[in-house]
């Protein structure tokens, strides 16, 4: 009788392992076939803080287009201290590259021009052009914002048009800046140096959450990290330096995926 009942439970527990297989298989294949459901529609590369260090903005470009990008978007301190010598530098790179690329400014392109006692945007206006742009690509929403002044931050009127832009229908709603509004643990944010900025800082915050924008993302931290706005309604991400120096993560990129479901991935991409 004994060896009966333990017969059944060796049954019984055969049965459980096996429908337990088939389960975790069939979740498989339902995964697999969600993948090959959708498909890529946009790729674009994403680099921030090359700070002079040319030969590795070239090696990013170079890596990034052989993934198969469409475009590329600078997040800003492309120089030391943004002379017209270092910008037009950094400049003959992105042009070397074949790529189309949007940028903005970064505060250490800001230095030279501010230094002169001049308006600080004057050398990088000079090189690049305006630093905020606003475009839309396969349905999905492309607002990029100046806020590479420290002492000064985002005019209003920036402000204004960029909530304005948001309010436009659009499948994905991605926003681009130099720093972060808000990160959960470093004070290397928008606003540390100035309490007006710090202000301005929260109004950009509740106007991406009241936006719902899908994705905020800033350089200038050297570091890359992905994490929630303080309303836990926008991703945020801080890209990593393209640059050797001050950063324990090594040089490296972003790229972001975006598919026919309008999901997206991020991926943070060592330079080599």
């Known amino acids: 009788m004994k060896k009966f009942a333990l017969l059944i439970i060796l ?3 055969s049965v459980a392992v096996g429908l337990s297989w088939q389960g975790k298989k069939g979740e498989k294949q339902e995964e697999a076939h969600q993948k090959q459901q ?16 040319n ?13 198969g990008i469409n475009f590329v978007i600078g997040l800003g301190d492309y120089t030391n201290v943004g002379t017209i010598e270092e910008l037009e530098a950094a400049k003959k790179v992105f042009d070397k590259s074949k ?17 002169r006692g001049e308006e600080a945007l004057v050398n990088y206006r000079q090189v690049f052009g305006s630093p905020s742009q606003k475009f839309e690509k396969n349905g999905v929403q492309f607002v990029i914002l100046d806020n590479s002044d420290i002492y000064k931050g985002i005019d209003e009127g920036s402000l204004q048009q960029v909530a304005s832009r948001l309010q436009e229908e659009s499948k994905l709603a991605f926003v681009f800046a130099h720093k972060t509004p808000f990160h959960p643990q470093s004070s290397h944010v928008m606003g540390e140096d100035s309490r007006l900025v710090a202000d301005q800082a929260k109004s950009l915050m509740k ?3 009241d936006a719902k924008v899908d994705g905020f993302f800033s350089g200038d931290l050297h570091f890359f990290a992905q994490f929630k706005s303080p309303g836990d309604t926008v991703k945020i991400t801080t890209v990593g330096a393209v640059s050797s120096e001050r950063n324990f993560q090594g040089p490296r990129f972003v790229i972001v995926t ?12 060592e330079i080599r």
């Not at 959708?38 to 260090?53: C, G, P, Q, R």
């Not at 030969?55 to 993934?67: C, E, V, Y």
């Not at 975006?258 to 991409?269: A, E, G, I, K």
């Open 11 to 13: 049954v019984i527990l």
């Open 38 to 53: 959708k498909t890529a529609i946009l790729k674009f590369a994403l680099v921030a803080d090359s700070e002079n260090e």
């Open 55 to 67: 030969d590795l903005l070239a090696k990013a470009l170079t890596q990034a287009q052989g993934m």
């Open 99 to 115: 790529l189309q690329y949007f940028l903005t400014a970064g505060d250490h392109d800001l230095w030279a021009s501010r230094n």
């Open 207 to 209: 106007l991406l959450e």
């Open 258 to 269: 975006v598919y026919s479901d309008y999901s997206f991935d991020v991926q943070d991409v």
